[in-house]
């Protein structure tokens, strides 16, 4: 509605209707007081032809408010009265008409927003409107027709559309300015009162008894309101032109200055040797002016070198404090350092030693050895000297026994016989040798296998130690999957429980912390082992307060802890945030520290590993190499002390120590993979073993097949020997004669019995030294093992000193880099108080050109208020205006067509200002005539409201008055029921109910009259009005309508009407309450035919 309202003020149409009314006003005061005789015929019957256009022949609704289908209602060109009982579907119709010609939600006082219209459970909701467009006024015939149909779709969101059809259906235009167009050209408003009155401003309208309310009623339903706020809107536009006059007029100032700076720039060439001289004197002002900024900067430098000088004794107390305490820590350290080297140069000692007795020992266990086998070997011969002469002496008795002589063939045959008996004989020699080479062979053999299989004993007896462990720590994981403290020991649970009972029983001041490794967690789960390795026994140990409350825990520990694995306890005052040790802590930009690479559940654990392990200063490096690469290859970072790699190995600056442990057993946060892996490792284990087992079984059964075979080869070797001590014999027998033969046996059984003597004596001498050796070997073995222990003893002498070591080089690192902190900020100190003093001198050094310059500029010294900054900006300023002066004086043509250019511009700028100016002079007369005349017209409005009061309350015998306060913007309506002359006129608010209801209805009534509209709609507008009333109050709108034929009149009452007269002017359309499941209401049309008659 908003173009309706900018355009009204000038269109002409806006004034063609209400010139008609005020000659229609003049015609019935002519015509005296009778209202019933109102307007003239001839006024009638030229409105009754614009009476063809704007008034509205059919409503029709689909899925509106509740109800799904309403109409077409077909609506007579005069008095329609729309009939029915509450929810029956009239106010739906009022609503409908407001909405579906363009009027918006809140006007209809059902709702804010255009969805509430839409009937629950559909998507949208359909408005069409056919209004009548015949005569001569009719809104574009050639397009639209007799009539034109606005049909408007309001989705579910509150968004519409319209259609315009015309008379034959065919769709026009779908934008809003169209429709706009025509509720315009028609003189239809919604949003009047006059024009449409819903019930809710019926009730508010009948009711009130507020004399601003109806003044507001009266401007907005003559259209007054409109008019004076168009008014306002050009005013307000005024004040906008005025401004921007306002703005040019500073355009025509600035156009001004530059007119006036070019004439002054033609004009005043004289005045640059006056510049010339000003600039002189602001070089004498600058010379001076930088000799007072430069004694003004040194004083500074002079106050801040005095401040930093006094502070430098607190620095230099610091580094002799820190000294103090390094030379400190060095005396510990090179204590600690002259005990172990004293541990080790005992080791050292004690080393040879052991090597010097397992040779020694090795040496008596070898000479053990062929002792016994030189025993054996005795035994043997001995055995055998011992058969041999048993069967000399049995041969010599044999031979003695012999008395037959041989002949000489049976010598042929016996030296044949002796010949081969030695070809037998060598023969047997050859098979001893390499038997005995074989039996060699076969021993070493053995003596391999033995050793072999002792290695592989003591690795089955380490690797049945491993898999114990291994077993032992997969039972605790399987526990931990439950419980995490059964990781640290299957005692952890029960001690932690006992903690926490005794802490609820208040045995401890505070409650004791531990064991640390729960309160540590990883954010890189790779450096598990890495961790592990540097915290050792720490993941296990306990933090308290306090010595008392370490007193209960160690009782506690007593009683759940095995013997040999009692956790540590650190004894430290509980602090609860961690401490700031960034001075002091190592940083590196691709490796974290220790203290960084961990999240901490508790502060106090956080500050216990950095006093007892300092993790501030331990890096952690994933790669081996890059580790070797930080630490061994290149200096150390700063506040390094020592780093871990993933494998868990040990690097210092100079030191590298492999790690015991492959996987982690405290920190790992994968249980299940740790269980899975720890599997892997025992079911490795276990096959490691049987392969072990495996190999030693079939190493003995190797051993043993080679034993089978020695013996076998010692059988067949003394076979063998047996065999040639039979031949030896019998060659005997051949070669010799018996006699000779029975010397030579007697002399070797002689010889047999001396080497059987000689063979017992070695016996009893090898059974002494075999006796001797095993002594001297056990007394070896003993020295040895004594050897051993005393090494191990100084071992575990050497572990706390290590430590103590480690922490004294810890300690003393700490000091000295405290020290050299100290010593860098004193070192800094000097040197800042130095620069400050070189500046200082520099500055001095500057003042004293500064003055010897300023001195030959201007020897007077000069003071100076301004800045060097401002009178450098000036002389700045100066010169280039001297140098734009000598310009411009070398070319004067050039500054004439500039003066000429700036004054064009600014006479022409000058001219349009005048011009505006007389405009806004001009537009003020205009709207001060049309101010005026609105006054007039609003006072000639007030009038005719006046008039047609008056007659209207006559009718009843009524007086009254209606009197407009413009100012107050107030309007009051005093009635007497019965003549003017007869008793004084009240107030309304003095009146019955029924008496202010039939006043009200006269002024609504008189506004009628005076206001113009197609068409008129009334929404119970009798709801507060007795019978009487509202059956006077019926006629006097009947004969109103009557009088005016050109206008069609709605009325939507809850009453029957069935008391109205036949009329052809009347339709009544009798809605009834819609049955379950109806979709369309039915209605009775009175007068109907009548109506399509006319």
């Known amino acids: 509605m908003a173009k309706r309202k900018e355009g009204s003020f000038s269109s002409p149409r806006f004034y063609k209707r209400p010139r008609q009314e005020f000659q229609e006003d003049s015609d019935d005061d002519t015509n005296g007081e009778d209202f019933s005789q109102q307007p003239s015929d001839s006024s009638f019957n030229s409105q009754l032809g614009s009476g063809e256009v704007g008034i509205i022949e059919s409503i029709q609704l689909k899925n509106f408010m509740c109800h799904s289908m309403l109409g077409p209602f077909k609506f007579g060109s005069n008095v329609n009265f729309i009939v029915g009982n509450n929810g029956s579907g009239k106010s739906a119709v009022v609503t409908a008409l407001i909405v579906g010609l363009g009027g918006k939600a809140i006007m209809t006082n059902r709702g804010s927003s255009l969805k509430v219209f839409v009937k629950d459970g559909e998507s949208s909701a359909d408005v069409s409107i056919t209004l009548r467009n015949r005569g001569e006024d009719a809104f574009k015939p050639e397009l639209y027709g007799d009539t034109i149909t606005v049909n408007q779709h309001i989705n579910v969101e509150g968004h519409r559309s319209y259609k315009l059809k015309s008379s034959t259906g065919t769709l026009i235009s779908a934008k809003k300015e169209e429709l706009t167009a025509i509720l315009d050209h028609f003189n239809i408003q919604v949003d009047n009162p006059v024009s449409v009155l819903t019930q809710e401003m019926s009730k508010q309208f009948l009711q009130s008894k507020n004399e601003g309310d109806k003044y507001k009623f009266f401007m907005k339903a003559t259209q007054l309101e409109q008019m004076k706020g168009d008014y306002s809107y050009i005013m307000e536009t005024k004040a906008r032109t005025r401004d921007q006059v306002e703005q040019g007029g500073e355009f025509l100032e600035e156009l001004r200055k530059q007119y006036s700076e070019k004439e002054d720039r033609y004009k005043n ?21 930088m000799v007072t900024e430069t004694e003004t900067e040194i004083k500074p430098i002079r106050d801040k070198i005095d401040v930093q000088e006094a502070s430098t004794e607190k620095f230099v107390r610091k580094v002799e404090e820190w000294q103090v305490k390094v030379n400190e820590a060095e005396k510990k350290h090179k204590c600690m350092q002259e005990k172990l080297e004293e541990i080790m140069e005992e ?25 016994e086998s030189a025993y054996n070997r005795s035994q043997a011969e001995l055995k055998r000297l011992e058969k041999d002469d048993e069967q000399l002496c049995k041969k010599i008795k044999e031979i003695k026994s012999s008395t037959h002589e041989v002949s000489a063939p049976e010598e042929l045959e016996r030296e044949r016989k002796t010949e081969q008996l030695k070809d037998q004989l060598r023969e047997c020699h050859a098979q001893d040798e390499l038997i005995r080479e074989e039996i060699s062979q076969y021993q070493n053999t053995v003596r391999g296998y033995k050793e072999e299989c002792a290695g592989l004993q003591k690795k089955e007896r380490e690797l049945k130690a491993i898999l114990e462990s291994e077993q032992q720590q997969l039972r605790q994981l399987r526990e931990s999957r439950t419980n995490r403290l059964k990781r640290f020991g299957r005692y952890m649970p029960a001690l932690c429980d006992a903690v926490e009972k005794a802490s609820q029983q208040r045995k401890f001041k505070c409650k004791p912390i531990g064991p640390i490794g729960v309160f540590i967690h990883l954010k890189d789960a790779e450096l598990a082992l890495a961790v592990e390795s540097c915290l050792k026994g720490l993941c296990l140990a306990f933090c308290c307060d306090n010595h008392s409350d370490e007193r209960v825990l160690q009782t506690l520990m007593s009683q759940f802890c095995p013997a040999g694995h009692r956790p540590q306890i650190i004894v430290s ?11 002091k802590a190592v940083d590196h930009p691709l490796y974290p520290s220790a203290l960084t690479a961990l999240e901490f559940d508790n502060a106090v654990v956080a500050n216990c590993l950095i006093d007892m392990r300092g993790i501030e200063t331990v890096l952690l490096i994933k790669n081996s190499m890059e580790a070797r690469k930080v630490m061994l290859m290149q200096r150390p970072p700063k506040n390094c002390r020592e780093a871990f790699t993933a494998e868990g190995d040990q690097l210092y600056h100079n030191r590298y120590y492999s790690s015991d442990f492959t996987t982690p057993r405290f920190l790992n946060r994968d249980v299940e993979a740790d269980i899975s892996n720890l599997e892997k490792e025992v079911e490795n284990k276990k096959s490691q073993l049987s392969s072990c087992q495996q190999q030693m079984s079939s190493i003995n059964n190797d051993i043993r097949k080679n034993q089978n075979i020695i013996s076998n080869h010692q059988l067949q070797q003394k076979q063998i020997q047996v065999t040639m001590r039979k031949i030896n014999l019998e060659i005997a027998d051949m070669e010799e004669q018996q006699s000779a033969i029975i010397s030579t046996l007697e002399d070797e059984a002689e010889e047999v019995k001396k080497r059987m003597e000689t063979v017992k004596k070695g016996i009893l001498q090898q059974k002494k030294e075999m006796e001797e050796g095993k002594h001297r070997l056990q007394e070896a073995e003993q020295k040895l093992a004594a050897i051993k222990d005393k090494i191990h003893q100084v071992e575990e002498e050497a572990g706390p000193v290590k430590d103590g070591l480690s922490q004294a080089d810890d300690d003393l690192e700490n000091s000295k880099n405290t020290m050299r902190h100290y010593e860098g900020k004193k070192k800094e100190h000097l040197e800042s108080i130095k620069k400050l003093k070189n500046h200082l001198a520099d500055r001095e050094s500057v003042l004293t050109e500064t003055i010897a310059k300023a001195s030959e500029i201007y020897p007077e ?20 205006r001297i140098n734009s002066e000598k310009e411009r004086t070398g070319d004067m043509e050039e500054i004439i067509r500039q003066l000429q250019e700036a004054k064009e511009k600014y006479r022409s700028a000058e001219s349009e200002v005048k011009n505006l100016k007389k405009f806004i002079k001009l537009l003020d007369e205009v709207m001060v005539q049309r101010y005026n005349t609105f006054l007039h017209f609003r006072r000639f409005l007030t009038m005719r409201c006046k008039h047609y009061f008056n007659s209207l309350l006559s009718q009843r015998s009524y007086s009254g008055k209606i009197v407009f306060d413009h100012k107050n913007e107030k309007l009051s309506i005093t009635v007497q029921p019965g003549e003017g002359n007869k008793a004084a006129l009240d107030d309304m608010k003095s009146l019955s109910g029924g008496e202010r209801s039939f006043s009200t209805v006269c002024f609504f009534l008189s506004l009628w009259s005076i206001a113009e509209s197609p068409f008129r709609c009334l929404d119970e507008f009798d709801v507060f009005m007795d019978m009487v009333n509202r059956r006077i109050a019926m006629d ?21 009407m069935r008391s109205l007269p036949p009329s052809p002017i009347i339709r009544i359309l009798r809605m009834q309450d819609p049955e379950r499941g109806q979709s369309t209401l039915n209605f009775h049309h009175r007068g109907e035919e009548d109506e399509d008659e006319e």
């Open 269 to 289: 060439m004289a005045f640059v040797s006056e510049m010339q001289n000003k600039l002189k004197e602001l070089q004498h002002q600058i010379a001076w002016a």
């Open 347 to 371: 080791a050292q000692t004690l080393a040879p030693t052991c090597v010097a007795l397992k040779m020694e020992v090795q040496k008596k266990k070898r000479e053990c050895n062929d002792a």
């Open 573 to 583: 005052t509980f602090w609860n945030n961690i401490y700031d040790v960034r001075q």
């Open 861 to 880: 010294r000069i003071e100076v208020n301004r800045t060097v900054k401002s009178l450098d900006t000036e002389m700045n300023r100066l010169r280039k």
């Open 1036 to 1056: 006097m709108m009947l004969k109103m309508a009557d009088s005016q034929r050109y206008r069609q009149f709605i009325f939507l009452t809850p009453q029957h």
